[in-house]
T-cell receptor, first 112, second 115 residues
Framework: AQSVAQPEDQVNVAEGNPLTVKCTYS??????LFWYVQYPNRGLQFLLK??????LVKGSYGFEAEFNKSQTSFHLKKPSALVSDSALYFC??????????FGTGTKLQVIP | KAGVTQTPRYLIKTRGQQVTLSCSPI?????VSWYQQTPGQGLQFLFE???????NKGNFPGRFSGRQFSNSRSEMNVSTLELGDSALYLC??????????????FGSGTRLTVV
């Protein structure tokens, strides 16, 4: 069975500082990995995905994520946080034709 | 290009009633998935449809059902509503199913409140 874990319920970071939102996964095989962002009272928005190839994936709004197979991690990063980045972030994993499994979400709070 | 449209946006129902939610995917997208989002449980997978066929099903009771039409529009139905069914129901579409997944596009959701 596939699963994904987001160990932090909330991450606080000062505006302008780098941010990291952590994600680890568990699958038997090569996964597809995704990050989504959710703003209040809205659906999720796609940020980026890892399918294969370069371990560093660049996505929307200046976000990037690093795939680390040995540590089974796919942490989301941004060099300089903005107040507007404050939202709920979800990591997700998919294997082949299986459903997409989401993590429990991490609330990112960027402090002015 | 229109996004994923979910109707209605808000719904209040009484325990024991049934409800039907609708989702219109992005034009050309053939895969539609449904998720239930609650503060305590996060995003729970309900089911996925591709070309009118249910491809995957989550661990929900039989009160939850869905279908997809030939135009890819999808509906989900919940019968005999319980208080615990109160949640944000999200629909997600993608152009393909399986190994060529390019990520979902989500609708804004239907907020269901059961009283």
């Amino acid at each position: 069975a596939q699963s994904v874990a987001q160990p932090e319920d909330q991450v606080n970071v000062a505006e302008g500082n780098p941010l990291t939102v952590k994600c680890t996964y568990s699958v038997s095989g090569n996964p597809y990995l995704f990050w989504y962002v959710q703003y209040p009272n809205r659906g999720l928005q796609f940020l980026l995905k890892y399918i294969t190839g370069d371990n560093l994936v660049k996505g929307s709004y200046g976000f990037e994520a690093e795939f680390n197979k040995s540590q089974t991690s796919f942490h989301l990063k941004k060099p300089s946080a903005l107040v507007s980045d404050s939202a709920l972030y979800f990591c997700a994993v998919k294997m082949g034709y299986q459903k997409v499994t989401f993590g429990t979400g991490t609330k990112l709070q960027v402090i002015p | 290009k229109a996004g994923v449209t979910q109707t209605p946006r808000y719904l209040i129902k009484t325990r024991g009633q049934q409800v039907t939610l609708s989702c219109s995917p992005i034009s050309g997208h053939r895969s539609v998935s449904w998720y239930q989002q609650t503060p305590g449980q996060g995003l729970q997978f309900l089911f996925e449809y591709f070309s009118e066929t249910q491809r995957n099903k989550g661990n929900f009771p039989g009160r939850f059902s869905g279908r997809q039409f030939s135009n890819s529009r999808s509906e989900m139905n919940v019968s005999t509503l319980e208080l615990g069914d109160s949640a944000l129901y999200l629909c997600a579409s993608s152009p393909l199913s399986g190994t060529q997944d390019v990520g979902y596009t989500f609708g804004s959701g239907t907020r269901l409140t059961v009283v």
